[in-house]
């Protein structure tokens, strides 16, 4: 305990700023001091009156009792601890938010843009009815004088164009609800203004 007592005190003499428990305890961590033993010194050291505690809100931070200092010094400085730890929580919540939009880019960046999105969607829905209109026709007119071979064939291209036909109407969804989070207008007035065309407006078969 004096010995994990005497790391405490010392790490804080020199870093001379403002911690909470768990700052103490990450920085200690490589000394082979745990956090109940870090706990338990810097609530002796408070004790001691070599650290003073201060609450910040719910969380306890820990800052060196500096020498000669009046009671008038120490409120400044209790002040001056209590602005940068709301600075640090700032800065941490800034830093959390940049990451976030960073993947957000990266997300937006690996997908396909609006007009891309609506150039692949108008393909792959042409090809899709125009393998649909070909199955019908030859079901209509050949009879059993198309093998199964052939049947086999067709449908195997179909279900494959209509499994891409899919995948990328739902990006391009996923893109246009990113579009409407931010839009004021609704969704089907957004439409009418870019030109997408929805499978019910085309009469598209459903898939």
Known sequence: MASDKKNVYEFMVKANRPFSSNDVFSNLLRQGVGKSAVEKALDQLVKDNKIFMKLNGKQKIYCVVQPDSTVEDQNEIQSMDEELVK????????????????????T????????????????????????????????????????????????????????????????????LDSILENCPKPKKALFEEIGIETDESVGMPAL
Do not use: H
Not at 87 to 93: C, G, H, K, M, S
Not at 126 to 147: P, R, Y
């Open 87 to 106: 600075i640090n929580d700032a800065l941490r919540e800034v830093e959390r938010k940049y990451k976030e939009s960073e993947v957000e880019v990266k």
């Open 108 to 175: 937006l960046q690996g997908t396909y843009s609006t007009e891309e999105a609506k150039r692949r969607v108008a393909e792959l829905e042409k090809t899709v009815s125009e393998l649909k209109s070909q199955l019908d026709q030859m079901s209509k007119t050949s009879g059993n004088a198309v093998s199964l071979k052939d049947r086999g064939q067709v449908k195997k291209e179909y279900e494959t164009v209509t499994k891409e036909y899919r995948k990328r109407k739902r990006m391009c969804t996923d893109i």
